[in-house]
């Protein structure tokens, strides 16, 4: 039999060699033709075997070398950047859910098909969404009213429930947790999806307020002029768990809740950002080395951040950094793009999700990276 055969009719097709590769086996095998062919079972074994070990080693060095699970890149086509800034990224069904003007779409990424799921009444909802597996909610605006507006995504059921003008809506599972801005109530309120009855959860003396919700934890941030309190609320019994005055600056800019930690990007008189989170269990504030940001996003101890150049903002791109002992160390460089990357948020999977700023080649590129 011919070598060049014997070697492709015995070695795994998804194994190749480069032609010098092959010219050394048929040499270092033709040195032994003077052997029975019963002589060269066992050296074509033992070829097979070391090319598998061989191939192992490359795979396992190739894997021990990337840093991410996984990275996907998608292009939704025929969708503006700015349905995708804020796009959800749905793990169980492995899809984008996105809003334009007139209603919500999901992307079925496999499929790459694209469906409208649900028709807006003004272009605001498009700001004013969220959305999983189960539930699709918005507020809107029709007939004069303001509306929360609930999904069911099984049944394709929609409830219109009038009088609540939502703000930092909040999904998780079967609940929704959201601010009331609607004529003098500005209160917070938790719903359970279910039943669609909402539930008061904290009272809001004051016109500026915000909040966060992950994992029946519930933080809502008061300010008045100088001065700012921070309420930690348990959801599934209501109760208050930790209150503080304490912040280190009175201004927020944004707030995540993970795990036992809220973490604040902290808006300093110089105009910069700063990173801290406070212990929800001692109520202690503690803040972290970063570099110059303009957005930040929180997983575990992953920390993406939309880092500044010389040039501002409007050139920023965003990085991976760990959480260790309050300092951002860089994790590792995402796989090389052509342009910047945006809007860095982390999916309750752990999914990071960035839109890149891609005008060339099919339009702006959502890129989906598991560290």
Do not use: C
């Not at 010098?20 to 095998?29: A, G, P, S, T």
């Not at 300010?223 to 700012?228: A, K, P």
């Amino acid at each position: 039999m011919d070598l060049k055969q014997l070697l492709n009719e015995t070695l795994p097709k998804e194994i190749t060699f480069s032609e010098r590769e092959q010219q050394l086996v048929r040499e270092r095998v033709r040195k032994k033709h003077s052997l029975k062919a019963m002589n060269l079972v066992p050296l074509v074994a033992l070829l097979f075997i070391g090319v598998i070990g061989y191939a192992l080693f490359v795979s396992f060095n190739d894997s021990a070398a990337s840093p991410f699970v996984y990275h996907e890149e998608i292009i939704v086509p025929d969708t503006y950047q700015s349905a995708l800034h804020w796009s959800v990224y749905v793990p169980e069904t492995h899809e984008l859910i996105f809003a334009k003007e007139d209603g919500a779409y999901s992307y079925a990424i496999d499929e790459k098909l694209t469906e409208k799921i649900a028709n807006f009444a003004g272009p605001g909802a498009q700001h004013s969404y969220v959305a999983n597996d189960k539930w699709l909610v918005w507020g809107d605006f029709e007939n004069e009213d303001y509306t929360l507006n609930i999904l069911n995504r099984s049944n394709k059921e929609l409830a219109v429930i009038p009088s609540i003008n939502p703000i930092e809506l909040t999904l998780e599972n079967n609940t929704l947790f959201y601010t009331n801005f609607y004529t003098n109530d500005h209160n917070h309120y938790m719903m359970d999806l279910t039943i669609q009855i909402p539930a008061l959860l904290h009272t809001n003396e004051k016109m500026d307020t915000r909040g966060a919700y992950q994992n029946h934890r519930a933080v809502i941030l008061n300010s008045f002029e100088d001065t700012s309190t921070l309420f930690v609320y348990d959801t599934l019994s209501g109760k208050l768990i930790q209150k503080q005055s304490n912040i280190p600056y009175s201004s927020v800019y944004n707030m995540h809740v993970v795990n036992d930690r809220v973490y604040f990007d902290f808006a300093t008189e110089e105009g910069r950002l700063e990173l801290g989170y406070m212990d929800i269990q001692t109520g202690a504030f503690q803040m972290i080395e970063t570099p110059e940001y303009s957005f930040s996003a929180v997983h575990d101890n992953y920390l993406a951040l939309s880092v500044t150049d010389s040039w501002g903002e409007d050139t920023d791109d965003v990085e991976l950094f760990r959480i260790e002992n309050n300092i951002a160390v860089p994790y590792s460089d995402f796989p090389k793009v052509k342009d910047r990357l945006v809007t860095p948020q982390f999916s309750l999977d752990g999914t990071l999700q960035m839109v890149e700023e891609n005008y060339s080649d099919g339009g702006p590129t959502i890129h989906l990276i598991k560290p």
